[in-house]
């Protein structure tokens, strides 16, 4: 049986052309509302029609059903991707327009590929705008309801494991017995993985013994010790770190009260 060597590319050709399309204006500096316009096709349609194309050739599915898959696999694409993504690299519009865009070639690849190798009687058929029915409608704002869902609960889920990893630490380390009135080191580390501003105010009682400003780099230590004389009074010395222009960690430390 003879096969047909190009069938039915068209359609392909076209969604390969503007997923690259928005890949580049997702790489070169051009205006906001530009951007945006190419980029709603890399996100809404063009990886899930190459996908639903590779699934199912020409004639398994009708039209409607292509565009509403077309629909959820692209939002499905989009934010399990992101995440899966997330975890190795820093997920930021080029990075995602790179995934989709990717993901969307070689899955026209795969569908040329299946096209390929139909019979070469099973006639061709041309691009054409599918009928958006009621229930197609409906259908495409419930997978675009639950993709976002995902797409939010997944961002959440990303940002929460971001924060709760990077963070900045705050010590307050007497240089002597615990029943006597030692020196005492003040620290702080910034593991923010990012530069951030700090102010550092440590007090004993009411009396403010001293304030520091400063900036850390990315995994960068700041130490200062406290003299005994200086830290001499009654109650506890209390270390605060304002990060970023607001209250961040306290340390507390007793110290010559007998233990």
Request: proline share 6%.
């Amino acid at each position: 049986m003879r096969r047909s060597p190009v069938p039915w590319w068209g359609d392909l050709t076209a969604v390969v052309a503007l997923a690259v399309a928005g890949l580049v204006l997702a790489l070169i500096p051009v205006s906001g509302p530009i951007r945006t316009v190419a980029l709603l096709p890399l996100v809404l349609i063009l990886p899930g029609y190459a996908l639903a194309a590779a699934l199912f050739r020409p004639g398994e599915i009708s039209r409607e059903l292509r565009l509403v898959l077309s629909v959820a696999f692209s939002l499905g694409v989009t934010a399990l991707g992101g995440l899966v993504v997330q975890l190795v690299l820093k997920l930021d519009r080029p990075v995602w327009a790179t995934l989709l865009a990717c993901l969307t070639v070689l899955a026209a690849v795969v569908a040329l590929d299946r096209r390929d190798a139909m019979p070469a009687d099973s006639g061709r058929t041309e691009l054409r705008l599918p009928r958006v029915g009621l229930a197609s409608v409906v259908a495409m704002l419930v997978a675009t309801g639950i993709a976002g869902g995902a797409i939010a609960v997944a961002t959440r889920g990303v940002h929460r494991q971001q924060n709760e990893s990077r963070f900045s630490s705050l010590s307050l380390v007497p240089q002597g017995p615990s029943g006597t009135a030692p020196p005492v080191s003040v620290g702080v580390s910034n593991h923010e993985g990012r530069t951030v501003a700090y102010r550092l105010i440590v007090k004993r009682g009411t009396r403010t013994i001293r304030r520091w400003r400063f900036r850390l780099g990315v995994n960068q230590d700041w130490q200062a010790e406290l003299t005994a004389s200086a830290i001499s009074g009654a109650g506890p010395v209390i270390a605060r770190l304002d990060r970023g222009g607001r209250p961040y960690h306290r340390v507390a430390l007793r110290i010559g009260e007998g233990g």
